[in-house]
């Protein structure tokens, strides 16, 4: 089975811009759906973000569209997500999950649809 393991995260201030890397370790992420969210303490884990097995399809929640952009390089087993303008409220750990799909165009938007989850990584953005 496959586990996500992600990096990048750190503290940034408002404005400014964090990457963060998902890699598979185990095994490839060829077959599966990416998707990327966040959870500050005491709230439900939050959609950011995904991308289809193919790349070909694209989905961003509301709050980050237009200031984050999702990516994956199939040949390098990665998943990244670049974030910019970040503001104070993009505050909070960020999770890399995956998801087996069989249709290359398949993208998913709730927890519930993914299996496997890496252990996430702090994105503190100071004002």
């Known amino acids: 089975q496959v586990q996500p393991v992600e990096s990048g995260g750190g503290l940034a201030q408002a404005g400014g811009s964090l990457r963060l890397s998902c890699v598979a370790s185990g095994r490839t992420f060829d077959g599966y759906a990416i998707g990327w969210f966040r959870q500050v303490p005491g709230k439900e884990r939050d959609f950011v973000a995904a991308i289809s097995w193919s790349g070909s399809r694209i989905t961003y929640a509301d709050s980050v569209k237009g200031r984050f952009t999702i990516s994956r390089d199939n040949a390098k087993n990665t998943v990244d997500l670049q974030m910019n303008s970040l503001k104070p409220e993009d505050t909070a750990v960020y999770f890399c999950?995956?998801?087996?799909?069989?249709?290359?165009?398949?993208?998913?938007?709730?927890?519930?649809?993914?299996?496997?989850w890496g252990q996430g990584t702090q994105v503190t953005v100071s004002a």
């Open positions: 999950s995956a998801s087996r799909v069989f249709a290359t165009g398949v993208v998913f938007t709730t927890p519930a649809q993914y299996r496997y």
